[in-house]
């Protein structure tokens, strides 16, 4: 049985885990970390990390990126490889992260899907070919008006995914109203809407001569994230230190 900490346990996705850990039978919340205790759960809530006293395997973050520091520490003093889902995280903190994971297993994913991971593996394979023929590159993320960090951490993996692929030749821009000048072809625009309750809505644009070719995927459930990151416990839990994505989940 595979035991989890679940760090963010009374948020939404913490309680869709929650629930959806409920049905597993090789796996097990037992701990979970959480500021707010207005939620009753089946397994002990503690307010910080360093609360926690009970055995893991695993933990799964799905909290707020001011307490990811705290969780590093805690994983690598620990031992306890952590699904890191949390997004908006600064550079600092992705150093942090890329340092942990040197001591202790770590899978950082932007999106836990199988289809943005399935996506990204695709833009790598057709994004120079058709950079080649000249289209042009935009994405456009829609999320609901309760997200606060802009643009979403899937929409800048989306952007990596198609500037890796031409050895990282684009520049990003995230807004256009501060000069009047042509578009750069090595550019990729990336525009973030925010509004009712939208789960996620990612449209990679490549726009060309006369014709647009557009990659979109569209979350209708956080269930569909609540799952990878389930399986990505999974994956993770026994693993020797590293530093992991989705694509080992899913098998691409």
């Known amino acids: 049985m595979i035991k989890v900490i679940m760090h963010g346990c009374n948020g939404r996705m913490g309680q869709m885990i929650t629930g959806m850990a409920a049905e597993e039978d090789d796996l097990e919340i037992v701990m979970g970390v959480d500021v707010s205790n207005h939620i009753q759960n089946t397994y002990p809530v503690v307010k910080s990390i360093t609360e926690c006293n009970t055995d893991a395997d695993v933990v799964i973050d799905f909290g707020a990126a001011a307490a990811v520091d705290g969780l590093l520490d805690y994983c690598v003093e620990k ?77 800048l993996a989306l952007a990596d995914s198609v500037n890796s692929s031409m050895n990282d030749a684009y520049q990003y821009t995230f807004d256009r109203s501060k000069e009047k000048r042509l578009r750069d072809k090595f550019e990729i625009g990336i525009s973030a809407v925010r509004g009712g309750t939208i789960v996620g809505d990612h449209d990679v644009i490549f726009a060309g001569q006369d014709e647009v070719i557009t990659f979109s995927h569209v979350a209708y459930s956080r269930a569909i994230f609540a799952k990878g990151a389930v399986q990505a416990a999974k994956y993770l839990a026994g693993k020797p230190a590293g530093l992991y994505d989705m694509s080992g989940v899913v098998g691409i």
């Open 79 to 155: 031992q306890i490889p952590c699904v890191l889902c949390t997004t908006g995280l600064s550079e600092e903190q992705l150093t942090k992260m890329k340092e942990a994971s040197k001591k202790v297993a770590i899978l950082k994913s932007a999106n836990m899907s199988m289809g943005i991971n399935l996506l990204m593996k695709v833009l790598k394979e057709v994004t120079p070919i058709l950079a080649d023929a000249g289209f042009d590159v935009e994405i456009v993320e829609k999320h609901h008006k309760m997200k606060l960090d802009a643009p979403s951490g899937t929409a």
